[in-house]
């Protein structure tokens, strides 16, 4: 992973779900090792990565959607799906076998799959252009960063190693050069656009409202707004970030803490450097 990305994501990870004055962050849940920020400006606890919104959000490749199941922890079920796929249409390999390789076209059939079972069953489904895009770019992540660098390919071991056991395969090799965000904005991408789905949310009555601020709707035809080549290069994706799930109250901090708070902004920034500085204006304590 290049620098701009690594700095970018946890830079966003700590403004989002960290404690910026101290630079900590839990990759899971608050921690009593985490304390809150000063004068609890956004809640009484750092509640980490794991919390729903901001950072975690639905349609997740192995977790179910915080309002109708466990979004924490690795669900067998839903992985077995992404393997059943697999099995139809993945790549052939001389070593791991007929269908055994992880392509496009099998994340691209997963996640629609995975969106139209949470847009069914979940009716406080919020998938907004940031989240909808941080879904997709677990397809680009995992098919740069956990292919095998010596051939470049993600077996079906490889991947059930990786994300069922939580350890690298044998004669497992990371990639020789840094990965950066156009190489995941490009093969996330291209798993969106085989089987589209739109940014949005659902109403109330569990019908899904497309994010018409996001797209152009004629009768035939949904087209995307983009302002650069990639899904992740999209100043709607940066601004949903760094705007709406960016507390505000940051933004009136002083000394220590608003130096590191302008430091992080800015990582965040340098990813989309053709876009206008993020304001941040999100809510506090959620």
């Given at each position: ?36 920020l000063?004068g609890n ?18 349609v ?7 309002a ?13 799906q ?16 007929p269908?055994s ?8 059939q ?7 079972e ?10 907004h ?28 071991p ?59 709707v004629?009768e ?41 708070v ?7 920034h ?17």
């Open positions: 992973m290049d620098y701009d990305l690594a700095s970018g994501l946890t830079a966003f990870g700590m403004l989002a779900r960290g404690n910026s004055f101290t630079d900590q962050l839990s990759i899971g849940l608050d921690s009593k090792l985490i304390p809150p000063p400006i956004d809640g009484n606890m750092t509640r980490g990565l794991a919390a729903h919104g901001r950072f975690e959000g639905d997740s490749m192995t977790r179910q959607d915080w109708i199941g466990d979004n924490i922890h690795f669900q067998p079920e839903l992985f077995a992404l393997l059943d796929i697999v099995a139809q249409v993945g790549n052939d390999s001389e070593v791991t076998g269908k390789i992880v392509n496009v076209e099998a994340l691209s997963f996640k629609l799959k995975r969106f139209l949470s847009q069914s069953q979940n009716v406080e489904l919020q998938y252009i940031g989240r909808q895009t941080l879904s997709y770019g677990e397809t680009g992540f995992t098919l740069n960063f956990f292919a095998n660098g010596t051939d470049g390919t993600l077996s079906v490889a991947m059930t190693s990786i994300f069922r056991d939580q350890t690298f395969a044998p004669n497992w090799f990371r990639r020789s050069s840094p990965g950066t965000i156009d190489l995941i904005g490009d093969t996330s991408d291209q798993v969106l656009f085989a089987n589209p789905v739109f940014p949005g949310a659902n109403a109330p009555n569990g019908t899904y409202i497309i994010d018409q601020d996001i797209f152009e004629s035939t035809h949904l087209d995307i707004r983009l302002c650069s080549k990639t899904l992740f290069q999209d100043c709607a994706f940066y601004n949903n970030l760094a705007v709406d799930n960016v507390p505000g109250v940051l933004l009136n901090t002083t000394g220590v803490l608003k130096d590191n302008d430091f992080l902004l800015n990582a965040i340098n990813l989309f450097p053709t876009c206008p500085p993020a304001v941040p204006n999100g809510a506090a304590n959620v």
